[in-house]
């Protein structure tokens, strides 16, 4: 198939998300393991601000005061349980751009109804589908371990529908191979 810069281009940025992607996951993990190394010193740090300054809080969009939640996961030890969804979703995120990645990759050099593509861009598809699966299990794993109950974290349909349509999409790539094969052998 002929080099095209848009599929380069796609694939420059699909890497990129990627590795960013890793980057933040792996920040999240260190600043978890860190936290709770130093939980009393970050305790005491925040207690000593909140002393002097007032009340040290920072609040979201949706109205919950994040850093009153966050200090008391630092302080009770459940901070991992905190920041896990974010690093799961990280980690799906990396996990679909690097076959995305590999798809457009793929394009440039062969076919792009190899069957490698097709697993793919299957792949992508149930990667899409599992990330608000996985926001859901991680919110009641959030709320068994902390016995919180005033947890916000929202999943979209156009999660699902994204997901949906990469796995259909492999159902016309899979068509698209049979083709190419079947012409193959007319030749």
């Given at each position: 198939?002929?080099?095209?810069?848009?599929?380069?281009?796609?694939?420059?940025?699909?890497?990129?998300?990627?590795?960013?992607?890793?980057?933040?996951?792996?920040c999240l993990i260190?600043?978890?393991?860190?936290?709770?190394?130093?939980?009393?010193?970050?305790m005491d740090e925040?207690?000593?601000?909140?002393?002097?300054?007032?009340?040290?809080?920072?609040?979201?969009?949706?109205?919950?005061?994040?850093?009153?939640?966050?200090?008391?996961?630092?302080?009770?030890?459940?901070?991992?349980?905190?920041?896990?969804?974010?690093?799961?979703?990280?980690?799906?995120?990396?996990?679909?751009?690097?076959?995305?990645?590999?798809?457009?990759?793929?394009?440039?050099?062969?076919?792009?109804?190899?069957?490698?593509?097709?697993?793919?861009?299957?792949?992508?598809?149930?990667?899409?589908?599992?990330?608000?699966?996985?926001?859901?299990?991680?919110?009641?794993?959030?709320?068994?371990?902390?016995?919180?109950?005033?947890?916000?974290?929202?999943?979209?349909?156009?999660?699902?529908?994204?997901?949906?349509?990469?796995?259909?999409?492999?159902?016309?790539?899979?068509?698209?191979?049979?083709?190419?094969?079947?012409?193959?052998?007319?030749?």
């Amino acid at each position: 198939m002929k080099n095209s810069k848009l599929r380069n281009v796609t694939a420059v940025i699909a890497k990129i998300i990627e590795v960013v992607s890793w980057f933040c996951c792996g920040c999240l993990i260190v600043a978890s393991m860190v936290l709770t190394i130093n939980k009393y010193l970050v305790m005491d740090e925040y207690e000593r601000e909140a002393a002097s300054n007032g009340h040290f809080s920072f609040t979201a969009a949706n109205g919950v005061d994040i850093t009153d939640r966050f200090i008391a996961s630092v302080g009770n030890g459940t901070v991992f349980w905190e920041l896990a969804p974010y690093i799961v979703l990280l980690v799906l995120t990396a996990l679909i751009f690097m076959n995305i990645y590999k798809v457009f990759r793929k394009s440039n050099t062969a076919s792009p109804f190899s069957a490698e593509n097709i697993k793919r861009i299957k792949t992508i598809g149930y990667l899409s589908i599992s990330i608000p699966v996985s926001k859901v299990i991680m919110q009641l794993i959030y709320l068994a371990v902390t016995g919180e109950t005033n947890y916000d974290f929202s999943i979209s349909l156009a999660e699902f529908a994204f997901g949906l349509v990469a796995l259909s999409l492999a159902q016309y790539f899979a068509y698209g191979a049979q083709l190419e094969d079947d012409v193959d052998g007319l030749v």
